[in-house]
């Protein structure tokens, strides 16, 4: 896996362990949809080993220190476990330890994935991967986001009491991480099945584009696979609106935003910067008014020209104008093959709520290198892309 990525899991109860050429100590964190922990019980590690659904298990030196999740057994409103590795050694960093994480069946301990996190220097202590539901579906992601603060620093962003006995004994640091903390976004609703025009592909709970055109409901997700092939050519993300009062103009403004597999901005396309990464994504241009049929922008993505550096894109919608999206009919986004003009999925947006932006849907590339595409409508304050970048990036 490479960091960012994910899969769904093939078995109900997993094991992660980490591997590194000194002794790590792993922990694992229960987390519900607000990434936070529901108290310090929820922080399992070595002197609490034992959690609803999550257990830990020391290697004693001799093997790797591992988590084993049992997705049956979590309880209610648990919807992601992070687990976290750190040098056993007090202070000891990363500079030089090259850690690799294994997702095993837990059962038979077969191996489903593995991960090593890139480019570690002073970090003291590791987010390395999560246990995550997404649409009804338990999933894997391999993450790799490094604290120099040692899990003291990971346990206070997730919510434990460091001061309190459940936490792992730590050398003195302060209580904000060095570097970047991670963004740990709220998991999604339960999505409504899919409508009868879009069934699963059998075996994997996913929708594809088999069955020809997509309609999308909020927080539903499909694969850009057509005939077993990921999609890979060049395709048309069009946005289009409305206004809600005859007469009454509204300058909204379509935008994506390209991100890296640590969730870092890489770029922004929008309409004073119509091309991005090399030629692979360019904007139409400003539509300032809603006014006519069909897309109001249409922002152009070369799916095979993406360089590997971006794997993921977060499509939005601003009222430059100040104007609310309760004053806004019809909003929709709709991915096309730009070789046929063939739509391919459709997501209409039903609700509005009186903000001025609206993260519209997005594209996540996956280790398997097809790209899947996830409806979102989610509304921000912000009124340009630039104030869209953060609440983006809290949405991969």
């Known amino acids: 896996m490479t960091p960012g990525s994910n899969i769904p899991l093939s078995a109900p109860r997993v094991t992660v362990d980490v591997a590194a050429p000194v002794r790590l100590d792993v922990s694992g964190l229960l987390l519900t949809a607000d990434g936070k922990v529901r108290s310090d019980d929820d922080f399992i590690f070595y002197n609490q080993p034992a959690g609803p659904g999550v257990t830990y298990r020391s290697g004693g030196g001799a093997a790797p220190d591992a988590i084993t999740v049992d997705t049956t057994a979590l309880p209610p409103g648990i919807e992601k476990i992070v687990v976290t590795a750190s040098p056993d050694a007090p202070g000891q960093s990363f500079q030089g330890i090259e850690p690799t994480a294994t997702l095993r069946n837990g059962d038979d301990n077969s191996v489903l994935a593995t991960f090593t996190p890139p480019q570690l220097g002073t970090e003291t202590a590791l987010v390395v991967m999560e246990i995550y539901l997404r649409g009804g579906v338990w999933k894997a992601r391999a993450v790799g986001q490094g604290y120099a603060n040692g899990l003291a620093g990971i346990a206070t962003d997730f919510g434990v009491s460091v001061e309190e006995p459940a936490a792992p004994a730590q ?59 990921p999609l890979l050519s060049q395709v048309k993300m069009g946005l289009g609106w409305e206004p809600a009062y005859r007469g009454k103009d509204i300058d909204l403004d379509a935008s994506v935003i390209a991100y890296g597999p640590q969730r870092n901005h890489i770029d922004s396309c929008y309409f004073g910067k119509l091309s991005i990464v090399g030629g692979a994504i360019k904007h139409s241009g400003d539509n300032l008014t809603g006014e006519g049929g069909g897309d109001d922008e249409v922002i152009v993505v070369d799916l095979g020209r993406i360089p590997q550096e971006v794997s993921g894109l977060v499509f939005t919608v601003n009222s430059f104008s100040g104007q609310k999206f309760t004053e806004v009919a019809k909003a929709y986004c709709r991915l096309l093959d730009a070789a046929t003009g063939e739509e391919l999925v459709r997501f209409d947006l039903t609700n509005a709520e009186p903000q001025t932006g609206v993260m519209m849907a997005k594209l996540i590339r996956q280790f398997s290198g097809e790209w899947e595409m996830t409806a979102m409508g989610d509304f921000v304050k912000a009124r340009t892309v630039r104030n869209m970048v953060k609440p983006a990036a809290q949405a991969l």
């Not at 998991?187 to 997509?214: C, E, F, H, W, Y």
């Open 171 to 229: 050398p003195a640091a302060p209580p904000t991480p060095t570097t970047q903390a991670p963004v740990t976004p709220p998991a999604p609703p339960m999505p409504q099945a899919p409508p009868p025009s879009a069934p699963a592909a059998p075996g994997t709970g996913k929708i594809n584009l088999d069955k020809g055109r997509v309609s999308l409901q909020k927080n539903q997700t499909v694969s850009l696979v057509k005939g077993g092939r």
